[in-house]
């Protein structure tokens, strides 16, 4: 069966420190990835996503940047974090069986 | 991806049936009904989807009008576990590069003992 891994869970770092969330998928190949974003009380945004090692296509401009190194890990970076940062992050892949999305459990991260 | 409306908040009691009720009137014909929910602090979960034929799995039934330009999704017997917020996304088919999921606000479902 197909899982989504996320980690860590939670992250407490300083601003201008950097960052790096990494995503891994199980039980199958190819996969589309997406990153959200879910500020405190607020919807779910599109950050980034990937059809393929290498490729990654960016929704908003941002001090956050994606990498696919390998077929099943999506990368989530920043060189230095800001305040605006903060928030929930959430990995994603497409899932064939019914054309939705699975996702992972999430990063919380909070920038002080 | 068409536009969803969706009551913002609402309440049911535990054991009773939840209807959360979803308007897209500028539906095209290739787009799917989605429905997602999130729990607090967690990832949102697939539901349910579908074209024009009601729907039902072990977790909830869609009903889709005759004219798709709204849905209901009915959570049979609503449990406390069900508090989320429901998201209600219409879109095509497929991982096409422009045809991300996209989420409005949803409807935020409080299950009441």
């Known amino acids: 069966s197909q899982t989504i891994h996320q980690w860590p869970a939670t992250l407490v770092q300083p601003v201008g420190s950097p960052l790096s969330l990494e995503c891994t998928v199980e039980g199958t190949s190819n996969p589309n990835l997406y990153w959200y974003r879910q500020a405190a009380g607020r919807g779910l945004q599109l950050l980034f996503y990937s059809v393929g090692i290498g490729q990654i296509s960016s929704e908003v401009p941002q001090n956050l940047s994606a990498s696919r190194p390998q077929d099943r890990q999506f990368i989530l970076s920043s060189k230095k974090l800001l305040l605006s940062d903060s928030g929930f992050y959430l990995c994603?892949?497409?899932?064939?069986?019914?054309?939705?999305?699975?996702f992972g459990s999430g990063t919380r991260l909070t920038v002080v | 991806d068409a536009k969803t409306t969706q009551p913002t908040s609402m309440d049911c009691a535990e054991g009773r049936a939840a209807n959360l009720p979803c308007n897209h009137s500028t539906i095209s014909g290739n787009e799917y009904v989605y429905w997602y929910r999130q729990i607090h602090s967690q990832g949102p979960q697939y539901i349910i989807h579908g074209l024009k034929n009601n729907e039902t799995n072990e977790m909830a039934s869609l009903i889709i009008t005759e004219d798709r330009k709204s849905s209901t999704l009915i959570l049979p017997h609503a449990t406390l576990r069900d508090t989320a917020v429901y998201y209600c996304?219409?879109?095509?088919?497929?991982?096409?590069?422009?045809?991300?999921?996209?989420f409005g606000g949803g409807t935020r479902l409080m299950v009441k003992p």
């Open positions: 994603a892949w497409g899932d064939t069986a019914n054309y939705g999305y699975t």
């Open positions: 996304i219409v879109r095509v088919s497929g991982f096409n590069a422009g045809n991300m999921l996209t």
